[in-house]
């Protein structure tokens, strides 16, 4: 059975993937259930425990689950609400009969003990992150960057932090226990002299007691284990071929 959550509470989960219950969760914190945007809905037997969570945000599915999930129907159900892009783990996008692009989730192995950082100029956050041509980051526009982004740091389900006006790193989604690092970037004439590393660690500083997670295709991986981020599993994204 699947339903609608609707009342701006969701119910708690003991799923594996704690990177896509964290996207998940900091969406909804960051708009509940009163926006045509986004709609959560969960899935549970008649009488057992929740056994996917699945989220529509625009056009993209986000979907969380455990093994006893029923596919099947989380396959039918996606058809008939619609999608351009779906993320989950390898294994629920290959259940759903889709083709899909491997990220390597990390985890933080660290200590963070700090308060989220105050608001940053947007406009400047965005053009670190997409004034240079940056592969590992998916370009997006500015209106609908800034209107999310600027939301979500408003009710701290988001952070961002500018160094030397050449560096920022972003954590597009925040919630009371955990945190999703989406992108670092450095101008190029400051590269190789360690402000990446830095913005990236004054981030995380601030996520205070936070499991925190990042996404990272594979030429990146390196850069994230040096700064203290371990190999947890792996998360993928279906990408529909006119999107």
């Not at 045509?36 to 989220?55: C, H, S």
């Amino acid at each position: 059975m699947i339903k609608l959550i609707e009342t701006n509470h969701l119910p708690s989960v003991n799923f594996t993937d704690g990177f896509s219950v964290t996207k998940i969760k900091a969406n909804f914190l960051s708009y509940g259930c009163g926006y045509d945007f986004l709609r959560v809905w969960y899935q549970k037997n008649e009488n057992g425990p929740i056994t996917a969570l699945i989220e529509k945000f625009e056009n993209s599915i986000f979907i969380a689950a455990d093994p006893t999930a029923d596919m099947n129907e989380i396959k039918e159900f996606i058809s008939v609400i619609g999608y351009t892009s779906v993320q989950a783990t390898p294994d629920i996008l290959s259940a759903l009969g889709l083709s899909f692009k491997e990220y390597q989730v990390l985890e933080y192995n660290g200590i963070t003990d700090g308060s989220l950082p105050p608001y940053p100029n947007i406009k400047e956050v965005y053009s670190l992150l997409f004034g240079e041509k940056n592969e590992h980051i998916a370009h997006t526009d500015f209106e609908g960057f800034y209107a999310d982004l600027s939301h979500k740091i408003r009710r701290g389900t988001a952070a961002a932090i500018i160094l030397e006006n050449a560096a920022v790193c972003v954590a597009s989604h925040i919630t009371a226990d955990s945190a999703v690092i989406s992108g670092v970037a450095v101008k190029k004439a400051a590269r190789k002299n360690g402000l990446g590393s830095r913005v990236l660690n004054q981030l995380i500083s601030s996520l205070k007691r936070r499991k925190i997670f990042v996404a990272a295709e594979k030429s990146v991986v390196p850069f994230y284990m040096k700064n203290k981020f371990k190999k947890a599993f792996k998360t993928a994204i279906y990408e529909a071929k006119e999107y």
